[in-house]
Nanobody, 114 residues
Framework: QVQLVESGGGLVQPGGSLRLSCVASGFTFSSRTMSWYRHAPGKERELVAS????????RYADAVKGRFTISRDNAKNTVYLQMNSLTPEDTAVYYC???????WGQGTQVTVSA
């Protein structure tokens, strides 16, 4: 069974940091591009970052460039999203996604508030 399980969300103050993790199972993780999306209330779901299978292609949304870093550990079947300098505008549910398999994780809530 193909599955993506996110963790690491929570409540953080503006300027703080969080690291999200997404553990994959049921497919050959190392050969798949992986992505992080987010969905904020009243907004459309948006792509935050993506990373190709061999780390050759990494993309970020303009809103997070310089603050967020996507990475992966193929030995652990895990993709990460390191989020620094968080602002209230980063508040959203963050989802892990496999584009080639069209599989979503259940999401993890990130709330940035004083």
């Amino acid at each position: 069974q193909v599955q993506l399980v996110e963790s690491g969300g929570g409540l953080v103050q503006p300027g703080g940091s969080l690291r999200l993790s997404c553990v994959a199972s049921g497919f050959t993780f190392s050969s798949r591009t992986m992505s992080w999306y987010r969905h904020a209330p009243g907004k459309e779901r948006e792509l935050v970052a993506s990373i190709s299978s061999a780390n050759r292609i990494i993309r970020y949304a303009d809103a997070v460039k310089g603050r967020f870093t996507i990475s992966r550990d193929n030995a652990k079947n895990t993709v990460y999203l390191q989020m620094n300098s968080l602002t209230p505008e980063d508040t959203a549910v963050y989802y892990c996604y496999s584009p080639s398999l069209s599989v979503w994780g259940q999401g993890t809530q990130v709330t940035v508030s004083a």
